[in-house]
C-alpha cells in the first residue's frame, strides 16, 4: 500500500495538468480583444453617419424676415412684414393695419390682395386697391421700408447663401439688378398740400427716371359723401397721372373739387421732381 501513493500522486498531478490547460484553452476566444472591439464599431459608425444630414439642413436655412416700418395713415397703422430667400420675397404680410368699422371690412379685402401684389411685383411698384386707397398708401410705404431694410442688410446675407451652394457666379448676378434698381432709379416726390371745399387733398409720386411709375392720394376728402366720392375718383385720378405723365388730366365726374385739389397737388409734385 505504501508503494502504491507515489503513482497515484503522479496520476493526479497529471491529471490536474491537463485540466489546467483545457480551462487555459477554453478562455482564450472570451478574452480576444478583436472580438470585442469589432462588436463595438459598429454602432459608432452608424452614429457618426446620422451627424452628416442634420449638418446639410442647418446650411440650406437662407431664409431672412425684414419687418418695414410703421407707416401712419388716415385710419390707422399699416406695417408690412416680408420673408426673403435669396433676394427674392417669398412671403409678405400686414403685422398692422386699420380695424374698428368699416375698416375691418376693407382690410380683409384689401391686405390679401396687396400680399399677393407685392410678393408677384418682388418691389413697392403695386397697384392700390380700390375702395382701400389710404390702407394702400400705408402698405406700399412700409413695404417700401422693408425693402430697404433688406437691401442694406443683405448683401452679407445673399453672398452667403450663395457661397453655401457653391454657385456664387450663376446666383449673385441675377440678384443684384434685382435689389439695386429700385433704389438706385425710382424716387419719391410728394405734392403740397391742395385746399378744397371738401378737405385737404395730397399727392405723391413715384417716378423712374422722368416717367411717372405710380400715384397715389396721401390726403383726400372724407366723411360723409365725400369717402364715397373719394374712393370712386381717386383710382381714376391716379391712373390717369401715370397714362398721361403730367398734370394734364380729366376731371371725374361728380368730384370736381377733389378732382381740381389732385391736379394742384400733382403739377406741385412734378416741380419738385423737376419735371
Known amino acids: 500500500m505504501k508503494k502504491s501513493h507515489p503513482i497515484r500522486r503522479a496520476m493526479l498531478a497529471t491529471a490536474a495538468t491537463v485540466s489546467g490547460v483545457v480551462l487555459l484553452l477554453s478562455l482564450k476566444p472570451a478574452s480576444d480583444p478583436a472580438a470585442a472591439s469589432a462588436a463595438g464599431g459598429a454602432p459608432q459608425q452608424t452614429a457618426a453617419g446620422q451627424e452628416s444630414p442634420q449638418g446639410g439642413s442647418a446650411s440650406r436655412t437662407g431664409a431672412q424676415t425684414v419687418t418695414g416700418d410703421v407707416a401712419q395713415t388716415q385710419y390707422g397703422p399699416v406695417q408690412v412684414r416680408?420673408?426673403?430667400?435669396?433676394?427674392?420675397?417669398?412671403?409678405?404680410?400686414?403685422?398692422?393695419?386699420?380695424k374698428g368699422g368699416t375698416s375691418d371690412q376693407k382690410t380683409a379685402a384689401s391686405i390679401p390682395k396687396l400680399n399677393q401684389e407685392a410678393v408677384a411685383a418682388q418691389n413697392a411698384e403695386i397697384d392700390a386697391v380700390s375702395g382701400a386707397t389710404y390702407t394702400s398708401g400705408g402698405y406700399k410705404q412700409s413695404l417700401q421700408s422693408a425693402l430697404d431694410k433688406a437691401k442694406a442688410a443683405g448683401g452679407s446675407g445673399t453672398s452667403g447663401s450663395a457661397g453655401s451652394a457653391g454657385s456664387s457666379g450663376s446666383s449673385s448676378s441675377p440678384q443684384a439688378p434685382a435689389t439695386q434698381a429700385p433704389a438706385t432709379q425710382a424716387r419719391t416726390v410728394t405734392g403740397n398740400v391742395a385746399q378744397t371745399q371738401y378737405g385737404p387733398v395730397q399727392v405723391r409720386l413715384t417716378?423712374?427716371?422722368?416717367?411717372?411709375?405710380?400715384?397715389?392720394?396721401?390726403?383726400?376728402?372724407?366723411?360723409?359723401?365725400?369717402?364715397?366720392k373719394t374712393a370712386l375718383a381717386i383710382p381714376k385720378l391716379n391712373q390717369e397721372a401715370v397714362a398721361a405723365g403730367s398734370a394734364a388730366i380729366d376731371t371725374v365726374s361728380g368730384a370736381t373739387y377733389?378732382?381740381?385739389?389732385?391736379?394742384?397737388?400733382?403739377?406741385?409734385?412734378?416741380?419738385?421732381?423737376?419735371g
Open 207 to 228: 417716378l423712374t427716371g422722368d416717367k411717372i411709375t405710380k400715384a397715389e392720394a396721401v390726403q383726400a376728402p372724407s366723411g360723409g359723401t365725400s369717402s364715397q
Open 82 to 98: 416680408l420673408t426673403l430667400s435669396g433676394g427674392r420675397i417669398t412671403k409678405a404680410e400686414a403685422v398692422q393695419a386699420p
Open 258 to 274: 377733389t378732382s381740381g385739389g389732385y391736379k394742384q397737388s400733382l403739377q406741385s409734385a412734378l416741380d419738385k421732381a423737376g
